[in-house]
Every structure is written in structure tokens, then in C-alpha cells.
Nanobody
Framework: QVHLVESGGGLVQAGGSLRLSCAAS????????MGWFRQTPGKEREFVAT????????PYADSVRGRFTISRDNAKNTVNLQMNSLKPEDTAVYYC?????????????????????WGQGTQVTVSS
């Protein structure tokens, strides 16, 4: 059974930093592209960043580029999201997701509906 477990969320002041982690089990982690998405009440789940199987390709949403960094450790089955210079508009529940990829360098999808596995989410709240 596949499990994705996010951690690292919390309350932080604007301008601060948080580091989210997602621990994966029950799958061959290195075979999956990974993504971070976020959602606020009443809105669609929003793409934040993805990372391919190799860790080389890391596209970001315009709203977070230059502030957030996604990374992965295939030996530890984890994907991380370092979030700096946080803004109140970054407040959301953050989810990690996994998508099987046959190509080692394939860009994971930006559409949340294309992902096979999801974590339960971790709340990030940025106060002004």
C-alpha cells in the first residue's frame, strides 16, 4: 500500500521560511515523478512545483519561482520543498503527489488530476 506523508507545515510570519518533507513508502520511489500542490478553501488544487525522477528538472509555478526549491533524495524516498520569503498568499494546505514515469527525465504533469498517489496534506499559514 502506497503512503505519502507530508510534514513540516506550521505558522510562520511573512518573510520567514519553512521546509516541507514528504516521505514515501510502498512504491519504488525512483520510478515516480513528484509534485507539490497547494489548496485553499473553495479553490482548485494549485500546482506549486514538480521534480522528475532524476531530480534534474524542476519547474515551478510563477508565483513561487525564486522563493521555493524542490528537491528529492531517492535513497531516502523523500521529496522536499524549501519555502523562503513566505507571503500571506502562500497560506494553504500543501500536498505531495506521485506520478509513475517511464522516462527518467520526463517532466511530471502540472495537472493534479494526472497524479496517482497523494498525501494527506500539511497546513502552512503565513501571517502578515
Amino acid at each position: 500500500q502506497v503512503h505519502l506523508v507530508e510534514s513540516g507545515g506550521g505558522l510562520v510570519q511573512a518573510g520567514g521560511s519553512l521546509r516541507l518533507s514528504c516521505a514515501a513508502s510502498g512504491l519504488t520511489f525512483s520510478n515516480y515523478g513528484m509534485g507539490w500542490f497547494r489548496q485553499t478553501p473553495g479553490k482548485e488544487r494549485e500546482f506549486v512545483a514538480t521534480i522528475d525522477r532524476s531530480g534534474r528538472n524542476t519547474p515551478y509555478a510563477d508565483s513561487v519561482r525564486g522563493r521555493f526549491t524542490i528537491s528529492r533524495d531517492n535513497a531516502k524516498n523523500t521529496v522536499n520543498l524549501q519555502m523562503n520569503s513566505l507571503k500571506p498568499e502562500d497560506t494553504a494546505v500543501y500536498y505531495c503527489a506521485a506520478d509513475f514515469a517511464s522516462d527518467y527525465y520526463a517532466y511530471p504533469p502540472w495537472n493534479s488530476h494526472d497524479y496517482e498517489y497523494w498525501g494527506q496534506g500539511t497546513q502552512v499559514t503565513v501571517s502578515s
